[in-house]
């Protein structure tokens, strides 16, 4: 079955970086694009990024355009999100996404604060 399981996030202080990773497993990773969205406490979902199958697109929501940069293993069925230039209202959960045939797929999670 279809698993997404996301490692990475933490405290980080406001202009610092931060790698997240997102590992998938039990589908052809290459032939499906795949997505971080976020959510901060009492807000809407929020598509941030996203990358095609072969990793030759991506594209990024206006607010983290020129901070982060989505990127993709195809060998290591594996997607990053290097986030640079953090802002506090960057904290949120982040999610890793990934649709097939109709049906949607959302890792657990993990969690970015960045705060002094």
């Known amino acids: 079955q279809v698993q997404l399981v996301e490692s990475g996030g933490g405290l980080v202080q406001p202009g610092g970086s931060l790698r997240l990773s997102c590992a998938a497993s039990?589908?052809?990773?290459?032939?499906?694009?795949m997505r971080w969205y976020r959510q901060a406490p009492g807000n809407e979902r929020e598509l941030v990024a996203t990358?095609?199958?072969?990793?030759?697109?991506?594209k990024y929501a206006d607010s983290v355009k020129g901070r982060f940069t989505i990127s993709r293993d195809n060998y290591k069925n594996m997607v990053f999100l290097q986030m640079s230039s953090l802002k506090p209202e960057d904290t949120a959960v982040y999610y890793c996404?990934?649709?097939?045939?109709?049906?949607?797929?959302w890792g657990k999670g993990t969690l970015v604060t960045v705060s002094v």
């Open positions: 996404y990934t649709t097939q045939n109709g049906m949607e797929y």
């Open positions: 039990g589908f052809t990773f290459s032939t499906y694009a």
């Open positions: 990358i095609s199958g072969s990793g030759m697109w991506s």
